[in-house]
């Protein structure tokens, strides 16, 4: 019996190292994804730091640099929750092993004593000759013989335990080392990241002469926002109205037939009552009236934390939310901007209706409705479908634009619940 607790201890410890590991090793994969990321900023900030001339592009890459180092600070802060974790279940089953290891070495010293004052053949004898019958025994041979074979089962778990505390112990150092190492890089981090922000100033300070032309480019980008904002808005509210609008029809409709069908069985035709259900219903039950929107909603929001990038390979470079630009101007954001490579094809996150395609200030807009969930995809360089399409989840509807100023490559992507704004970030699978 008390083998069989070790042996379900031991697969209880084991498990919840399992999934520690599972955890650790995602936490690993995304610090190497953003050690990438990071390297392929600081060797673009490089070649663009070789003119020796504070360009707005260096400023957009060191901005990048830092919002990644400071997820990656976060990651590790992560990870040695992680390990900590990890190292305090290690000292526990260090301290249950060594008690359990004293307790049978204790229980097999007995069992030793107990055998070395009994180990004459002939003391062996008597003690079963002294039975009272044949059955008596029978039952002290078997006894005998048992015990032996107890005492040989007795000292395997001895050497057995000793090797999994052995174990157990080169683990915890192990982890101990990777937690010094995580430490280590954590400092160095905050060090670079210091080192960023102080050279952002710098950059700032070189770019203070062309403030009012980069106050004026931010301007530009903040009208370009807001009219990109109120398209989106605007065909939203008009998806909602429409569906609102067959609501009421089929709701009328529906009145009309039971009203006829009342009167053609001789029947009290009861007045119905106006369809003004569909008015006060939320825009949610509107936009899930039919039951294709309502698979397609539960099924995009199946996808949440899952949904495919809308490009290939891309980083976010500026958050969803209100932000301020080093030059204190202050911005808000109702998606992500994702940077990607000049010309690359950007896609549908999820199978949906093209509701929206809009020209805005020279690059476009193509909005896709997911049920009650829309996706909208700006600053296109062009596009490869049209309103009324179908399309289905990673198909390519156009190409993303190139900054004429700085060259780089920006994709907006806003994910919208009805006409509310939601963070995609959350939405998207990690890269």
């Known amino acids: 019996m008390r083998s069989f607790k070790i042996l379900l201890f031991l697969i209880f410890v084991f498990a919840a190292i399992g999934a520690h590991a599972q955890s650790s090793s995602e936490l690993k994969h995304r610090r190497d994804k953003l050690n990438e990321e990071l390297q392929e900023l600081n060797t673009e900030y490089q070649q663009t730091a ?67 004052r009994n180990q004459s053949a002939y003391n062996k004898l008597m003690f079963i000759f002294a039975s009272q019958d044949f059955n008596q025994a029978y039952k002290r041979l078997k006894y005998l013989q048992q015990f032996g074979t107890y005492r040989e089962r007795q000292a395997n778990y001895i050497q057995s335990t000793e090797k999994d505390l052995n174990v157990k112990i080169v683990e915890l150092d192990k982890t101990k080392q990777a937690k010094g190492d995580l430490l280590k890089d954590q400092e160095k981090e905050k060090q670079t990241l210091g080192d960023e922000r102080t050279t952002q100033v710098q950059v700032v300070v070189g770019l203070s002469k062309q403030i009012g032309q980069l106050k004026q480019q931010q301007k530009d980008v903040q009208r370009k926002i807001a009219a990109t904002n109120r398209e989106i808005d605007a065909a939203v509210r008009r998806e909602i109205e429409e569906a609102r609008r067959k609501a009421e029809e089929e709701a009328k409709e529906a009145a009309r037939l039971a009203a006829a069908k009342a009167k053609a069985e001789n029947r009290e035709v009861v007045a119905p009552k106006r369809a003004a259900i569909t008015k006060v219903s939320s825009n949610s039950e509107v936009l899930n009236a039919t039951p294709e929107a309502a698979r397609l909603s539960n099924d995009f929001l199946g996808n949440r934390g899952r949904l495919p990038w809308p490009v290939a390979n891309g980083m976010i470079t500026q958050g969803f939310g209100v932000y301020y630009t080093p030059e204190n101007i202050k911005s808000e954001s109702d998606g992500v901007d994702i940077k990607s490579n000049p010309g690359a094809s950007v896609r549908a996150v999820f199978e949906g209706d093209v509701i929206k395609v809009a020209d805005i200030s020279g690059t476009y807009l193509v909005l896709i409705r997911h049920g009650e969930y829309f996706t909208a995809y700006s600053n296109l360089r062009s596009v490869s479908v049209a309103k009324g399409d179908k399309v289905s989840t990673k198909q390519s509807i156009g190409t993303v634009a190139t900054d004429s100023s700085t060259g780089e490559a920006n994709v907006h992507f806003g994910l919208y619940k009805g006409v509310t704004a939601v963070n995609p970030k959350l939405w998207l699978a990690p890269n």
Do not use: C, G, H, P
């Not at 592009?57 to 901005?63: A, G, P, T, V």
């Not at 929750?81 to 070495?105: F, G």
């Open 50 to 116: 070789s003119n020796k001339k504070s360009t707005l592009k260096q400023l957009n890459i060191l901005k990048a640099q830092i919002n990644l180092r400071e997820e990656k600070i976060s990651n590790i802060n992560s990870e040695i929750r992680n390990l900590d974790n990890q190292i305090s279940e290690s000292n526990n089953s260090v301290r249950s092993l060594q008690s359990q290891l004293s307790q049978l070495k204790k229980e097999y010293a007995a069992m030793i004593m107990f055998a070395y």
